[in-house]
C-alpha cells in the first residue's frame, strides 16, 4: 500500500526526446513537491503544489513543466531533454506547509544518452 | 551558496563506534528536520526539531538543534551496520519550502 508512488522507476531516453514522470500520493496530504537529486546527492526543489495550485517554482528550465489535475497527483513533463536532466527526480507530500515531514516516493532514475 | 553545509561528507566506521554529524548555516530556520536515504529508496523522515536548544532522541540517535535555531547535529551511539545510509538534514525558512543540506554518507561496517 505504497503512499507517494511515481513511475517509472527508471527512464533512458535520447536527448531531444519528451519524457513524463508520474506521481501519486494516497495519504490525503494538500501539497505535493519535485525534486531534483544530482550526482553529489544533492537534493533541490523543483516545484511545489498545494492543492492544484502552483506555489514555488524554483528557476527551472521552461522544458520542465508540472501539471496537478487534482491534489492526489502531480506529473512532471520535460521536453527537449538534455543530457543535463540525467538525475533522480522524486515526488513528495506533506499535510500542510507547516512542521510537518515530507513523505517521498522512491525516486525516477532518469538519464539521458 | 549551500544553505546548510553538513559535516563530514563521508564517514566510515565500524559496528560500536559512535559518531556525531553536523549540519550548519548562517541561516535561522523555524524548524529542521533530518531525513536518512538508503539506495534507490527516497529519504525517510527521522525526526523534527523546532524550539532552539531542542534535544530529541530515537533509540540510539540523539538530535539537537543549536540555540539560535541555525545548526543541528546528529550523534548515533554504538553505531550498527542497519545504520548505514546517507543522512540529509533540512531546514524550513519558507512555509512552503523545505531546503536540504548537503548530505553525510555513513557506512558502518563490521
Known amino acids: 500500500d505504497t503512499a507517494v508512488s511515481q513511475t517509472p522507476k527508471y527512464l533512458v531516453t535520447q536527448m531531444g526526446n519528451d519524457k513524463s514522470i508520474k506521481c501519486e500520493q494516497n495519504l490525503g496530504h494538500d501539497t505535493m513537491y519535485w525534486y531534483k537529486q544530482d550526482s553529489k546527492k544533492f537534493l533541490k526543489i523543483m516545484f511545489s503544489y498545494n492543492n492544484k495550485e502552483l506555489i514555488i517554482n524554483e528557476t527551472v528550465p521552461n522544458r520542465f513543466s508540472p501539471k496537478s489535475p487534482d491534489k492526489a497527483h502531480l506529473n512532471l513533463h520535460i521536453n527537449s531533454l538534455e543530457l543535463g536532466d540525467s538525475a533522480v527526480y522524486f515526488c513528495a507530500s506533506s499535510p500542510t506547509r507547516g512542521t510537518y515531514g515530507y513523505t517521498f516516493g522512491s525516486g525516477t532514475r532518469l538519464t539521458v544518452v | 551558496t549551500q544553505l546548510l553545509e553538513q559535516s563530514p561528507q563521508f564517514l566510515s566506521i565500524q559496528e560500536g563506534e559512535n559518531l556525531t554529524v553536523y549540519c550548519n548555516s548562517s541561516?535561522?530556520?523555524?524548524?529542521l528536520q533530518w531525513y536518512r536515504q538508503e539506495p534507490g529508496e527516497g529519504p525517510v523522515l527521522l525526526v523534527t526539531?523546532?524550539?532552539?536548544?531542542e534535544v530529541k532522541k530515537l533509540k540510539r540517535l540523539t538530535f539537537q538543534f543549536g540555540d539560535a535555531r541555525k545548526d543541528s547535529s546528529l550523534h548515533i551511539t554504538a553505531a550498527q551496520p542497519g545504520d548505514t545510509g546517507l543522512y540529509l538534514c533540512?531546514?524550513?525558512?519558507?512555509?512552503?519550502?523545505?531546503?536540504f543540506g548537503t548530505g553525510t554518507r555513513l557506512q558502518v561496517t563490521l
Open positions: 526539531v523546532v524550539t532552539g536548544g
Open positions: 541561516s535561522v530556520f523555524s524548524s
Open positions: 533540512a531546514g524550513r525558512r519558507d512555509p512552503s519550502k523545505l531546503t
